[in-house]
């Protein structure tokens, strides 16, 4: 069974652009949710998608967004890159809303110069 | 605001040795306490996770002791292993909110 995939794996963007991250869960999952980690802050919950709605959200500016397709699959977009966005974003995957075993996938390294 | 507090930040363990992390939380609302092992380049996976109304958990080498009422927990490593030498986070979550809460991490690492 396929683990949680994430593209790119490293990215390189300068401040002000915008970028678009890529989530793909486990085959059946249906809750797909964003977390930012820094050496600084750690784990923080972005925002978390289920049936292709936002359920839940964390205290993140609205420069963060995501979504979700109907196989599941989801996206995150953040705009005006600034400085201190440079973290690994990760992706985890549940079979629904809440649960509370998630699987993460590996990560996407977003390096803002 | 931290609500969940870890610690040590690091910790140096010789092999066969007991490895121990704790956490502190504030929110009595939490009621779901997930362990999280980190290796370099991946993702954390589950590795263990209590409720409060057990105070210990054991999978294997790795137990959870829970006290409720100083609202801490504890992941135990016995005879560890270089192969468990990972960065291990604590985490917090309540059924109503469904927001978890991490801490900042443990660096772990195991001398053979």
């Known amino acids: 069974k396929a683990g949680v995939t994430q593209t790119p794996r490293y990215l390189i963007k300068t401040r002000g652009q915008q970028v678009t991250l890529s989530c793909s869960p486990i085959s059946g999952h249906r809750s797909v949710s964003w977390y930012q980690q820094t050496p600084g802050q750690g784990l923080q919950f972005l925002f978390e998608y289920f049936s292709e709605t936002q359920r839940n959200k964390g205290n993140f500016p609205g420069r963060f967004s995501g979504r979700q397709f109907s196989n599941s699959r989801s996206e995150m977009n953040v705009s005006t890159l600034e400085l201190g966005d440079s973290a690994l974003y990760l992706c985890?995957?549940?079979?629904?809303?809440?649960?509370?075993?998630?699987?993460f996938g590996p990560g996407t390294r977003l390096t803002v110069l | 605001q931290q609500q969940v507090k870890q610690s040590p930040q690091s910790l140096i363990v010789q092999k066969g040795g007991i490895s121990i992390i704790n956490c502190a939380y504030e929110n009595t609302a939490f009621d779901y306490f997930p362990w999280y092992q980190q290796f370099p380049g991946k993702g954390p996976a589950l590795l263990i996770a209590?409720?409060?109304?057990?105070s210990e958990k054991k999978e294997g080498r790795f137990t959870i002791s829970f006290n409720k009422s100083a609202k801490q927990f504890s992941l135990h490593i016995m005879d560890s292993q270089p192969g468990d030498s990972a960065t291990y986070f604590c985490a917090a979550r309540s059924g109503g909110s469904y927001i978890p809460t991490f801490g900042r991490g443990t660096s772990l690492i195991v001398h053979p």
């Open positions: 209590i409720r409060p109304d057990v």
């Open positions: 985890a995957s549940a079979w629904s809303s809440g649960s509370h075993e998630q699987f």
